[in-house]
Antibody, heavy 121, light 110 residues
């Protein structure tokens, strides 16, 4: 059974940093791209970032370019999102989701339960 | 303002067929696959259609997807009360070089 478990969310002040993790199990992690999608309170879904299975290509939504970094450790079956210079409008539930192929940029059928990031002073 | 445009709401009665539209442009829907996600309140999104018209295993055949030009649609037939949810279309945009989501459509089963 595919399982994705996010962690690392919490309350952070504007300008601060957080590192989200997503522990994967139930599939061969390195053979699938991974994505991050967020949802601000009461708002719709927003794609944040994606990374290919071997980590050689990364993609970001414009609003996080230069502030967020997606990475993965295939030896530990873990996906990361390093978030720096956080702003109030980064407040959201952050979901990790598996892509359907090794180069997919869209999320697929498998999602985590999400972790809440709140940026506030 | 979302790159992919969806109606904010849709409704139908049990047993009815409803359609949710997703309008885009040549750089997204016109040249790439469209995916559809269902999100029940308080839960993570669930993939219901991928690659325009493919159903993941476990998704009933009451759900179907189609695409024509720069528009896509999700149809739900035999509407049930547990279909009441938010539905989102999504796809890659070649010009923006990022994934774009529609604003979402809240489906109400009357």
């Amino acid at each position: 059974e595919v399982q994705l478990l996010e962690s690392g969310g919490g309350l952070v002040q504007p300008g601060g940093s957080l590192r989200l993790s997503c522990a994967a199990s139930g599939f061969t992690f390195s053979t699938y791209a991974m994505t991050w999608v967020r949802q601000a309170p009461g708002k719709g879904l927003e794609w944040v970032s994606a990374i290919t299975g071997n980590g050689d290509r990364t993609y970001y939504v414009d609003s996080v370019k230069g502030r967020f970094t997606i990475s993965r450790d295939n030896s530990k079956n873990t996906l990361f999102l390093q978030m720096n210079s956080l702003r109030a409008d980064d407040t959201a539930i952050y979901y990790c989701a598996r892509g359907e192929t090794i180069t997919a940029r869209l999320p697929g059928a498998h999602w985590g339960q999400g972790t809440l990031v709140t940026v506030s002073s | 303002q979302s790159v992919l445009t969806q109606p904010p709401s849709a409704s139908g009665t049990p047993g009815q067929r409803v359609t949710i539209s997703c309008s885009g442009s040549s750089s997204n829907i016109g040249s790439n696959y469209i995916y559809w996600f269902q999100q029940l309140p308080g839960t993570a999104p669930k993939l219901v259609i991928y690659r325009n018209d493919q159903r993941p295993s476990g998704v009933p055949d009451r759900f179907s997807g189609s695409k024509s030009g720069t528009s896509a649609s999700l149809a739900i037939s035999g509407l049930r009360s547990d279909d009441e949810a938010d539905y989102y279309c999504a796809g890659w945009d070649d010009s923006l070089t990022q994934v774009v989501f529609g604003g979402g459509t809240k489906l109400t089963v009357l």
